[in-house]
């Protein structure tokens, strides 16, 4: 019995068209580290457990958010509402400059100092308790410190296809 994939090479373009069809929530990751901001727009966050309360959110290597992060120990998750289309594309663009990135986007900072946007359907507060290797992206695993609801639940961004849509 041959295991799947043995031998064969997996192409990277079906894989990526395969993966874009399982639509997923948006979220912006924020932390703060020696008085900088760092964020970015993910679509892999993911509860990993409600006892003890755990997340997870896989995070590129080689994005200024990874190490920021690690240093930090500490970060925020903002669950975009369909309304904050244009702060999701803001913060998944490369190469946007560090000092004022959080400018565009109205946000409070929690008791730890990380930016929590204005207007998301949620908000988590989550301190890092484990990182975990995985080719160019690590999972890193963290405990949920406060949880917070809007008191509108509107409509939720989602990601699509390669593209941001609504979901009621």
Known sequence: MTRPGEGEAVDVDIYRHAMGRLAKGVAVVTTTTSGQDHALTADSVTSVSIDPVLLLVCVETDARFHDAAL?????????????????????????????????????????????????????????????????DHSVIIADVASARLS??????????RGQYSALP
């Open 71 to 135: 240093e930090a120990g500490v970060f925020g998750v903002s669950i975009l509402s369909a309304e904050q289309r244009a702060v999701a594309a803001w913060f998944a663009t490369p190469g946007r400059p560090l000092p004022g990135q959080m400018d565009r986007a109205s946000h409070t900072r929690s008791p730890s100092g990380v930016a929590l946007l204005d207007g998301a359907l949620a908000t988590l507060e989550c301190t890092v308790r484990a990182v975990h290797p995985a080719g």
């Open 151 to 160: 008191g509108d639940p509107k409509p939720a961004l989602v990601h699509f």
